[in-house]
């Protein structure tokens, strides 16, 4: 029977927003007298607010995590999912030590190997290689066990022409892929991986996914990863864990987890759209989307093959050189399923002027999505750098099985995507 490996009691973080210190010289003494001499809870953290980055708070303190308590077994790999600001990154920061509790404790059995950002742990100095034996002197690694090591963990990096070279001059995809090298083939217990693996190529976030299935499955040690492709987490991990707004909401088997995490996305779906103007730059008057020729509202169900025209309206309060315009297609699991923009299209707005208005319709070809839920998200901005309008939650659809495609039966779930394709069969005698 597998042992705890990490048990987790009564853990939260609080950060301070904007100017550190209570404002009065008494608050900050009592502060100090409460919580360094005689070791209680720091009194002012009692009015803090949870991390909800949507709205505007009462409090300079916030909790981006509160009340966490859970084990993870020796050899479990986890996978931590939430939404962004859930706490997540946060979490593995605790894990790994990088900072310490608010309140809480964490007791670990065993050596960590942390890869929470590209280039954590490394000196920008030193070479590649003394970079590795740096880090595992951290990790608590004798020298002759990390030359045993050593070209192994070259050979999976793929940056041999450079492992004497200054890290300093690395890309950020040179810099993950050694870091990561690192962090999987020294022998710790725990390996925790953020979503850093994003940086590189897909070839080898598909090597590192295949590296941590052997470390869980393979070596037996532990593995706690934080993703927001649930194929990956899916396929890598037997145990999730789910935090929203910095507290655990599910604890249960990958599967359980994630259909959890789904069915608490749809809330907003629900939710109504919210608009955000950066600099009031424009200001938004009319949005329309059709199919079929049709207005449409929100929630409505389509059909595979179907296409939609969305047209937003918006006046001009300032002259804008390089308007940008772009959209999110988002699913259930809050995963990226398509992005569209002006720019990929060759949609070129020109320069506008203060007082003009402006009219912008966008019509997708066919929706090929697997049936589902989708959101889109729209952004508009300056060069595709700065933000001047966003809309989240623009528009969501429910997507359905058609006649677009032959096939009778559903259309597999684990999949992303209907691709037409094009048949030629022949037959002859022999």
Known sequence: MSKPIIKVEDLSKAYQIGQFGTGTISRDLERFWTTKIRGKEDPFLRIGEANDRSVKGASDIVWSLKDINFEINEGDAVGIIGKNGAGKSTLLKLLSRVTGPTTGQIKVKGRI????EVGTGFHPELSGRENIYLNGAILGMRKKEITRKLEEIIDFSGVERYVDTPVKRYSSGMYVRLAFAVAAHLESEILIVDEVLAVGDAEFQKKCLGKMGDISKGEGRTVLFVSHNMAAVKSLC??????????????????DAIAFYSANSMKDF??????????????????????????????????????????????????????????DILNTNSELMAHVSNEDDGANFGKLLKGQQLTVTIRTDALLFIPGSFMINFWIGAGHIESIYTIKNFFNFHLEQSNFTKRTRPLPQHSRLYLPSFWNIQTRER
């Open 113 to 116: 190997a942390s890869l929470l």
């Open 238 to 255: 037997n145990q999730g864990i789910v935090l929203d707004k910095g507290r655990l909401v599910d604890y249960s088997g990958v599967d």
């Open 270 to 327: 629900d939710s109504p759209s919210v608009h955000k103007s950066f600099g009031d730059k424009i200001t938004i008057t009319n949005t329309e989307i059709r199919s079929n020729g049709l207005p449409i509202g929100k929630g409505e169900t389509l059909y595979l093959g179907d296409k939609i025209e969305m047209s937003v309206s918006m006046d001009i309060h300032e002259n804008i050189s390089d308007l940008s315009i772009a959209m």
